[in-house]
């Protein structure tokens, strides 16, 4: 079974700031791992994924993540926060085998302070 | 990149009522659709997926017969609440797979809002 854990539901930052939302995740195989945003009343806009091959992925809005397996992480970071960033952020992890079903992390609000 | 269209964007209905949501892909084949429900400031639950021209496959807990989901074609699948209840309100949202793809592209949800 998979499972992610995404530490802190709600962080806030200052316009200009780096942004660190932090995913842990759990997996008996080698994962395909996603970060999703989310505005208000809306679906899920694909950000970025790691499937294979280089661990640091870069997607778009100028953020980016890093696999580590020994750490089982792939936290999401951006260094300068916009104001258009504040959103609702899923880390998703799914079996590359199979019907490739997500499996979605409890979600982290992200606020951007003026 | 892909599109996937969900339609209604928003729907209110009376208690016992039947309600449709469609979710179409519309520039690829999607063979595998996944339908989820997400609670006010909560995650997304996987509800089914479904599989182009087979039945659905539910996920532990979700009522099959309440939730009548269909993917007959390559592009359309639809998710039917039947004799809907308050309790069914509730942010609904699809995605769609292609042959292969490792990436799932997302519908746009619909609010479902029984009174």
């Known amino acids: 079974a998979q499972s992610v854990t995404q530490l802190g539901s709600h962080v806030s930052v200052s316009e200009g700031a780096l942004v660190l939302l932090r995913c842990n995740y759990s997996?008996?195989?080698?994962?395909?791992l996603f970060w999703y945003v989310q505005y208000p009343n809306q679906g899920l806009q694909l950000l970025l994924k790691?499937?294979?091959?280089?661990?640091l992925v870069k997607g778009i809005n100028g953020f980016e993540a890093e696999f580590k397996k020994s750490e089982t992480s792939f936290h999401l970071t951006k260094p300068s926060a916009h104001m258009s960033d504040a959103a609702e952020y899923f880390c998703?992890?799914?079996?590359?085998?199979?019907?490739?079903?997500?499996?979605f992390g409890q979600g982290t609000r992200l606020t951007i302070n003026p | 990149g892909a599109v996937v269209s969900q339609h209604p964007s928003w729907v209110i209905c009376k208690s016992g009522t039947s309600v449709k949501i469609e979710c179409r892909s519309l520039?690829?084949?999607?063979?595998?659709m996944f339908w989820y429900r997400q609670f006010p400031k909560q995650s997304l639950m996987l509800m089914a997926t479904?599989?182009?021209?087979?039945?659905?496959?539910?996920e532990q807990g979700v009522e099959k017969d309440k939730f009548l989901i269909n993917h007959a074609s390559l592009t359309l699948s639809t998710l039917t609440v039947t004799s809907a209840h308050p309790e069914d309100s509730s942010f609904y949202i699809c995605?769609?797979?292609?042959?292969?793809?490792?990436?799932?592209?997302f519908g746009q949800g619909t609010r479902l809002t029984v009174v």
């Open positions: 995605s769609a797979r292609d042959w292969g793809g490792s990436e799932a592209f």
């Open positions: 997996s008996s195989v080698p994962p395909y």
């Open positions: 790691y499937t294979t091959g280089a661990t």
């Open positions: 998703a992890v799914s079996d590359p085998q199979g019907a490739q079903k997500l499996v």
């Open positions: 520039d690829f084949q999607a063979t595998t």
């Open positions: 479904s599989n182009e021209g087979s039945k659905a496959t539910y």
